[in-house]
């Protein structure tokens, strides 16, 4: 079976411009969250959505957005990017939000750079 | 609010050493989530081990162990008897009950001379 697949896997955009990334679960898991690693740094929880709906939300600015849709693949979305936004963004699915079913298997990301 | 502290940022073995990572946790759940990510070079998060609170009892799977000590509040990592390809950033990370958020450390990245 597939991995957790994301495309694309590089970006470059420029100052304000508007982000769109993509993510698709493995096959049968239907939560999706979203994560943005810093160069050298943990990954930080972006968002979490469950059956289409938003589960979560760390704390980042309203520039950032996702949904979740019916085949339970995902998009985030980042309005007048900022520099600070140059990262690696990574997805992740689990099949649920349950105890046991709540580990996360991640795609190998999106490097974004915004010059 | 949840913090991990992995305080070694780098680590340098020759390979067929072993090599312990320390990861420390803060929460103020009763229950929770800990696991381990190997991250290579390519960038993905590779899911290694899960262990929840209830359950101290330590293990050992192929060539990685843990060490889950719920009275220091850590929850260490062995990799025995390293390769070259063990070479990697591992990530402790942390979760609660009921709640799917990963907090991660800094991680530590492994290099592994042949």
């Known amino acids: 079976d597939a991995g957790v697949t994301q495309s694309p896997t590089h970006l470059i955009k420029t100052r304000g411009q508007h982000v769109t990334l993509r993510c698709s679960p493995i096959s049968g898991h239907k939560s999706v969250s979203w994560y943005q690693q810093v160069l050298g740094q943990g990954p930080q929880f972006i968002f979490q959505?469950?059956?289409?709906?938003?589960?979560g939300r760390g704390n980042f600015p309203d520039r950032f957005s996702a949904r979740q849709f019916p085949n339970y693949s995902s998009e985030l979305n980042v309005n007048a990017l900022l520099l600070g936004d140059s990262a690696l963004y990574l997805c992740a699915s689990s099949l649920g939000t349950s105890n046991t079913k709540n580990i996360q298997y991640f795609g190998a990301g999106t490097r974004l750079s915004v010059l | 609010a949840q913090k991990v502290t992995q305080a070694q940022t780098e680590i340098s073995v020759v390979e067929k050493e072993d090599v312990t990572l320390d990861c420390v946790y803060e929460t103020r759940d009763t229950t929770y989530y800990l696991f381990w990510y190997k991250q290579p070079p390519s960038g993905e998060l590779v899911f290694l081990i899960r262990?929840?609170?209830?359950?101290?009892q330590n293990e050992i799977s192929g060539r990685y162990s843990w060490n889950f000590q719920k009275s220091t509040s850590s929850f260490n990592f062995t990799i025995t008897a390293s390769q070259v390809v063990d070479s990697a950033v591992y990530f402790c990370a942390l979760t609660s009950y009921g709640n799917n958020r990963l907090a991660f450390g800094k991680g530590n990245q492994v290099v592994v001379i042949p």
């Open positions: 262990r929840n609170s209830f359950d101290e």
């Open positions: 959505y469950y059956e289409k709906e938003e589960r």
